[in-house]
């Protein structure tokens, strides 16, 4: 019973993980890409479309990363090259996003998806308990964990990382030192569309395996908030991931057990939990100003 | 590309009075306002069938525009203005949760004529029309209760409105009918549109050991968990075979297109009234998937309450029926009234829940 509540809470915390993940590398470059809703359901319906076109799940994978790299360079192009205001276009491209993939996936609903099949690790797998809930998941879940453990490395024990963080913390001084801004926020908004569009996959591929318009259901906006909610550290995000998951899991179980608690109310209380985390946060202005990305948001004009 | 089309169109038409004023001669406009997008494979896309069904039958004379995934709330009375203010003659508003945006557009704008689904606020230009779902889902309990081992059902709830509330009353009811001591296990999803969270409700009831999903949500995600699980499900609102094709017993499958007809030819003619339609299984706005995946005698009592049902020999909700804390409701013979079941807000006997208030 405990073993099968937490393998849907590990399903339900994988696509907030990578989404949010990939959000997080896009912000620490000083970068504000609201639409990962949109490229995650641009991934979801390439994901689908792959798999189904090809036969292969992991074609779709692969499809999946690639059609939410590519949508948001979208985002990219606009707003690192027009300098077009980043609130403004991550909306935009959200709700390009929704229509879109809702064209793109027009002939693919009602047809049922086929499941990614888990990698199952030959001896790790026969643990009891630890074995079925770590070691016989999907790919999306192995990446999800390596993408924690690879961008905390990445950002805060590699030179890029470090260059990465003084493009978002300052531009102007980047630039001055001969860092290039606009190329490594490229990179970094293209991180955020990769990891979006395989959150989107696991959702079509996974989670539900199916397509059906805007089935990512608002699952972009939590990963955004989940960012802020790690005050932009990758364990963080982890560990947020999953308490977002297992509420909105478990709430589900105290229904069918007959606690009587309502269930609007626990349906509301990840924003709740979010919002207690905010003010907790934001009290405590030095760590805030540690780890808030101090350009967030802000265009950068290469001035010669 | 149609929906951008459309959607172009009828921004265009609200912008623009003129324009479509000319048009409006040529072709009356039968209009649509869904919750969900039309493909979702249930509810939505029951209503859009219908709406096809009547442009086949009646394109030479009207279009039908129709605008999809509209939010409930402030949302909803701002996209059903703009179908007004775009010429729209006859709008049907397809959720319970654009009722009362539905009735102040309808105060706005006296010469259009609206038809709100599932409501019941009614004016003389807006007509309210629902289905007798209840019918359907008394025979998924009679079936439930001889395909499930356990005697124990899950059920998979929108929003605690009489609707949905009438419905779990109903399966629970034709359930015991056959089996006394049937359980039936409810979650509230709080949403009718949301594959992630209806697969996840799916799975915390399946782990908590039932073995038959019933659910009044949209998508076909539970349908899927059920056919992963290995357990039997009932679709909702369209025929979901393809999403279980070994799981789904039968499913309630709502049937407008022939309502759809009916009310803009008497549209056409001048003599459309508003009305409070409430149909069922007689008239062909309800009507039931294939009986498959159980046995022969399972299929033929399910085929005699239908037939039961349709000649008004039996109805669901007749006494003695006890509320859920044991107190009496029905006496014995004695039939629920429409007003009550419009507005029902409380469990019958067997339900396994606290009602949300």
């Given amino acids: 019973m405990i073993e099968a509540i937490l393998l849907t809470i590990i399903t339900a915390?994988?696509?907030?993980?990578?989404?949010?993940?990939?959000?997080?590398?896009?912000?620490?470059?000083g970068v504000l890409n609201l639409g990962v809703e949109g490229m995650m359901i641009i991934g979801a319906v390439c994901a689908f479309a792959g798999s189904y076109l090809t036969g292969v799940p992991l074609f779709g994978v692969l499809a999946g990363i690639l059609g939410g790299a590519l949508f948001s360079l979208l985002f990219g192009f606009l707003t690192l090259t027009l300098v077009t205001n980043q609130v403004a276009t991550g909306l935009a491209l959200t709700l390009l996003g929704l229509g879109l993939s809702g064209q793109l996936g027009e002939s693919f609903v009602g047809i049922p998806g086929v499941k990614l099949a888990p990698i199952v690790f030959p001896v790790l797998s026969e643990i009891p308990f630890v074995g079925p809930l770590l070691f016989r998941q999907d790919i999306t879940f192995y990446l999800s964990i390596a993408l924690v453990i690879g961008v905390n490395w990445f950002l805060f024990r590699s030179r890029t990382g470090l260059k990465l963080r003084a493009i978002g913390d300052n531009h102007g001084s980047a630039h001055a030192l001969g860092i290039s801004v606009i190329r490594t926020r490229y990179l970094a908004v293209m991180f955020g569309g990769a990891c979006a569009g395989l959150a989107g996959a696991q959702l079509s591929l996974v989670y539900t395996p199916q397509w059906v318009e805007n089935m990512s259901a608002g699952r972009g906006w939590i990963a955004l908030a989940l960012v802020v909610f790690a005050s932009w550290?990758?364990?963080?995000?982890?560990?947020?991931?999953?308490?977002f998951g297992a509420v909105g899991i478990l709430q589900l179980h105290a229904q069918a057990f007959g606690i009587g608690v309502p269930s609007q109310f626990l349906s509301m209380l990840p924003y709740a939990v979010t919002i207690v985390v905010l003010i907790i946060i934001s009290h405590n202005r030095r760590t805030t100003l540690i780890n808030t990305p101090a350009c967030l948001g802000k265009p950068f004009v290469p001035d010669r | 590309m149609k929906k951008l089309i459309i959607a172009l169109a009828a921004t265009a038409a609200a912008l623009g009075s003129v324009v479509s004023g000319a048009q409006a001669q040529e072709k009356t406009k039968v209009c649509f306002v869904y919750v969900g997008t039309k493909t979702d494979g249930g509810w939505t896309q029951a209503h859009d069938l219908g709406r096809q069904e009547l442009q086949?039958?009646?394109?030479?004379?009207?279009?039908?525009?129709?605008?999809?995934?509209?939010?409930?709330?402030?949302?909803?009375e701002r996209a059903i203005e703009r179908m007004a203010r775009s010429g729209c003659a006859l709008i049907f508003s397809t959720s319970f949760g654009f009722m009362d945006a539905t009735v102040k557009v309808a105060q706005k704008f006296p010469n259009v004529k609206f038809e709100h689904a599932t409501g019941y606020k009614a004016a003389p230009n807006l007509a309210t029309y629902n289905s007798r779902f209840y019918e359907g889902r008394y025979i998924l309990g009679q079936i439930a209760a001889k395909m499930s081992k356990k005697g124990e059902a899950g059920y998979i709830a929108s929003f605690p409105i009489p609707e949905v509330v009438m419905g779990i009353n109903a399966f629970e009811l034709g359930a015991k009918s056959i089996n006394p001591n049937?359980?039936?296990k409810v979650v509230w999803a709080n949403t009718w549109f949301d594959p992630g969270k209806e697969a996840d409700a799916a799975k915390a009831l399946i782990d908590q050991g039932v073995d038959i999903l019933t659910q009044h949500t949209d998508t076909t995600a539970p349908m899927q968990v059920a056919a992963e699980r290995g357990i039997y499900a009932f679709g909702q609102a369209s025929d979901m075979i393809a999403a279980g094709p070994k799981t789904q017993l039968t499913a309630i499958v709502d049937t407008w297109g022939a309502y759809y007809i009916k009310r803009t030819k008497a549209l056409l003619d001048g003599t459309w009234k508003s009305e409070q339609i409430w149909d069922g299984l007689k008239d062909g706005i309800l009507t039931m998937a294939p009986y498959t995946n159980m046995p022969d005698d399972v299929k033929a009592m399910a085929e005699e309450t239908e037939a039961k049902i349709k000649s008004g020999e039996l109805h669901p909700f007749t006494g003695p029926i006890n509320k859920q804390d044991g107190t009496p409701w029905l006496k014995a013979g004695e039939k629920a009234d429409d007003g009550t079941l419009l507005g029902m807000n409380f469990y019958v006997e067997g339900v396994d829940d606290k009602l949300p208030q």
């Fill in chain 1, 13 to 29: 915390a994988t696509p907030l993980v990578i989404a949010a993940m990939g959000e997080l590398v896009t912000e620490r470059a």
């Fill in chain 1, 233 to 243: 550290r990758p364990w963080r995000v982890l560990a947020g991931g999953y308490i």
């Fill in chain 2, 56 to 76: 086949k039958a009646l394109g030479d004379k009207i279009e039908t525009p129709y605008l999809e995934s509209v939010p409930e709330g402030p949302d909803a």
């Fill in chain 2, 182 to 184: 049937f359980k039936l």
